[in-house]
C-alpha cells in the first residue's frame, strides 16, 4: 500500500511539476485558443492517478479495478491522437503511433487481466508506461 501511495505521489508531482514549471509561459496563452490541446493538459493530472490506480489493481490482482482505471484513460486515447505535441511537430506520425501504441497497451493490459493473466497484464502496462515516458521526453 505504501508504495502505491508513492507512486501516486510521484506520478502526479510529476505531472503537476511539468505544469507548474510551464506556468507563464507564452505557450499556454497559445492553448487556451486550442481546444484540443487544452484538454490534453486537462487530462494529463487524471493520467498520473489513474497509472497509480491500474498498478495497485494489478498488485491486487482486480480486473475490475484494472478495467475501470484503464478505461479513464482509454476514454481520452482519441484526443490523444489527434493532438499536436509541444514540439517536433515535423514528427508527428511518430507522436501518433506512441499515442497508438499507449492505448494498444492499455487494451492488452486490460483483457489479460480479465483472463487472470496478471503477469502479462504488468508486462503490457510497463509497455504503456513507457510510452508516456518516451512520448513526454521526446514531444514536450
Request: aromatic share 6%; charged share 30%; with cysteine.
Amino acid at each position: 500500500m505504501k508504495r502505491v501511495m508513492a507512486i501516486t505521489i510521484c506520478a502526479f508531482l510529476l505531472i503537476q511539476g511539468g505544469a507548474f514549471a510551464q506556468e507563464g509561459e507564452k505557450h499556454e496563452k497559445k492553448h487556451k485558443a486550442n481546444a484540443q490541446m487544452q484538454k490534453l493538459h486537462d487530462m494529463m493530472p487524471m493520467y498520473g492517478m489513474a497509472l497509480a490506480k491500474v498498478e495497485a489493481a494489478l498488485e491486487k490482482k482486480d480486473p475490475v479495478a484494472v478495467e475501470t482505471e484503464a478505461g479513464k484513460m482509454l476514454a481520452t486515447t482519441a484526443n490523444l491522437k489527434k493532438a499536436k505535441p509541444h514540439k517536433n511537430l515535423k514528427q508527428l506520425k511518430t507522436f501518433r503511433s506512441i499515442a497508438a501504441g499507449f492505448e494498444s497497451d492499455l487494451k492488452e493490459t486490460v483483457a489479460l487481466a480479465k483472463k487472470g493473466d496478471f503477469a502479462k497484464a504488468r508486462d503490457a502496462f510497463k509497455k504503456a508506461e513507457a510510452k508516456c515516458a518516451e512520448c513526454h521526453a521526446k514531444f514536450r
